[in-house]
């Protein structure tokens, strides 16, 4: 009984998940991925650091869709054109008081998010100012010297341009392919292609969310997990979203060392588009379960209005950052929420 009540009035106050908990009370001594050998329990990273150089906004990103600089070739096909500059050097405070190096594309955590529409022709003017090799490697169909793997780009301004045709249809992440791999991923390089398809898909308020997590104290464990980099940003900073409008996600799921991540949405379900390649959604479910790169689009609408949870029901998970919350109004302007597909 005094355990309801506790748990009772835990949820009263709000205490909807607690805060991330101590993530290691053990100090251990690490070499940082710029080199440097710190002594830290998770808590703060790169101490030679003492200010974030990266500014990032997870609300500001979840609606930002680069449609990249337009012109047409004489055959009446969309070129676009984007300039992705990949660097090694930036901090990010990820948590009050949490430092983390990380490695970004145009300078966020994930890079920008570029779409095309199927068939287009898509040009990226990649330049490499970090330390260190970097390309970029794009899912998705394209000719093999396009692929981002064996073609590496030098480090301190080396340059490539990637061009191929957009396709196909669906959301894909993109990513550095240079090992050590797993690093050069968890530590931020990636971010997300869209390729809408030739006949739009319908109005609705669009959003990105990349499941990433942060691997704080370099030992290949998350110490924390986020939707969007920032944890549990979407649960302080609700997203506002109208009931009855139609919401479309881009979900891609970035976790590293952990095997699979999931998606589960509250008081609502939502038609899932494996890949969103099909224009046929695949199942009506609350729940979609992730393995790395894995991606889809989520389409559903609020008819309640009200906070509705979303979050990892991989418990770990949302206790330690991927957890967020849409607040549905029946009045919230229409402005700015429908994807005008940069045309
Ligand atoms: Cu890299």
């Known amino acids: 009984m005094v355990l309801i009540l506790i748990v009772m009035f835990g949820i009263s106050v709000g205490l909807v998940f607690p805060?991330?908990?101590?993530?290691q009370k053990e100090q251990k001594?690490?070499?940082?991925h710029s080199g440097g050998v710190i002594?830290?329990?998770?808590?703060?990273?790169?101490?030679?650091?003492?200010?974030?150089?990266?500014?990032?906004?997870?609300?500001?990103?979840l609606r930002d869709f680069?449609?990249?600089?337009?012109?047409?070739?004489?055959?009446?096909?969309?070129?676009?054109?984007?300039?992705?500059?990949?660097?090694?050097?930036k901090v990010m405070e990820v948590s009050p008081g949490v430092f983390y190096n990380v490695l970004t594309f145009n300078g966020t955590v994930p890079g920008p998010t570029i779409r095309a529409t199927e068939g287009d022709l898509v040009r990226i003017y990649f330049i490499n100012n970090g330390s260190k090799e970097h390309t970029?490697?794009?899912?998705?169909?394209h000719p093999a010297e396009m692929d981002g793997v064996f073609e590496i780009v030098g480090s301190g301004g080396g340059r490539f341009t990637y061009e191929f045709e957009a396709g196909p249809v669906g959301v894909h992440p993109y990513h550095c392919h240079v090992m050590p791999l797993e690093e050069h991923i968890v530590h931020g390089l990636y971010g997300v292609f869209i390729v809408d398809p030739k006949e739009k898909r319908p109005p609705a308020d669009e959003m990105v969310m990349v499941l990433n997590g942060l691997d704080t104290d370099f030992d290949t464990e998350n110490n924390f997990y986020a939707a969007n980099t920032i944890p549990f940003y979407y649960q302080h900073h609700p997203i506002q979203i109208n009931t009855n409008q139609l919401?479309?996600?881009?979900?891609?799921?970035?976790?590293?060392?952990?095997?699979?991540?999931?998606?589960?949405?509250?008081?609502?379900?939502y038609h899932y588009y494996p890949t969103g390649t099909d224009?046929?959604?695949?199942?009506?479910?609350?729940?979609?379960?992730?393995?790395?790169?894995?991606?889809?689009?989520?389409?559903?609408?609020?008819?309640?209005?009200?906070?509705y949870l979303f979050h990892a029901h991989k418990v770990e998970f949302s206790e330690?950052?991927?957890?967020?919350?849409?607040?549905?109004?029946?009045?919230?302007?229409?402005?700015?929420?429908?994807?005008d597909y940069g045309t």
Do not use: C
């Open 279 to 307: 224009t046929v959604p695949s199942s009506y479910t609350d729940m979609i379960t992730l393995s790395q790169t894995e991606r889809g689009i989520m389409e559903f609408e609020y008819t309640y209005p009200g906070k």
């Open 247 to 269: 919401i479309r996600i881009y979900v891609v799921n970035m976790v590293e060392f952990d095997p699979i991540n999931n998606f589960h949405l509250h008081g609502n379900l």
């Open 39 to 61: 002594t830290t329990s998770g808590e703060v990273i790169d101490p030679v650091y003492s200010d974030s150089t990266m500014e990032f906004d997870p609300m500001e990103y």
């Open 320 to 339: 330690k950052g991927w957890v967020g919350i849409f607040l549905a109004r029946d009045n919230l302007s229409q402005e700015s929420v429908e994807a």
């Open 19 to 23: 805060t991330l908990s101590e993530a």
């Open 29 to 32: 001594t690490f070499v940082t």
């Open 136 to 141: 970029m490697h794009f899912h998705g169909i």
């Open 66 to 89: 680069n449609y990249g600089k337009i012109s047409k070739l004489p055959d009446g096909t969309t070129v676009r054109e984007f300039t992705i500059i990949a660097e090694d050097d």
